[in-house]
């Protein structure tokens, strides 16, 4: 019995630890950290895919602000996307997103028509872009 179970915690915990996140960007004075999946990240020719996140931390007088100007009561406390950017056109296309709020909630949505956009200059997505366009496939 104590085998089984120490197999299953085992392929639980392996499973948990399957996601390798980097930190890429983080905002200077704010209380935001933009990560990368780089176990999953996917190379086709000049596109990248990959998994993305980005975590808020907020002080709790900030925090209290945030839930009153929200009507809801609740602020987002992570945000987490699948990207594709295609290096060569400067281009990123959004597939999936979900939200995270401070209650505990979330909120996701599969986006199957998405188009490719320019990447706007001085931006998050900027950063994304060359930092994932910037790997060598394996």
Known sequence: MKLSLSLVALLVCGTAQASDWVEI??????????Y????R?????????????????VPADIAALARKASGTGKYRKE??????????????????AAEYFSDGTSD??????????????D??????????CGLKPP
């Open 41 to 57: 990240l996917q190379f086709s020719g000049d596109i990248r895919s990959g998994w993305l996140k980005v975590a808020i931390t």
């Open 123 to 132: 931006t998050i997505e900027e950063a994304e872009m060359k930092f994932i």
């Open 36 to 39: 990368l999946d780089v176990s």
């Open 79 to 96: 945000l987490m996307g699948h990207k594709s950017y295609d290096c060569r056109q400067e281009t990123v296309r959004l597939d999936s």
């Open 25 to 34: 960007w983080h905002m200077t004075g704010a209380f935001m950290v933009d």
């Open 108 to 121: 996701s949505k599969y986006i199957p028509d998405a188009l490719f956009e320019p990447v706007l200059p």
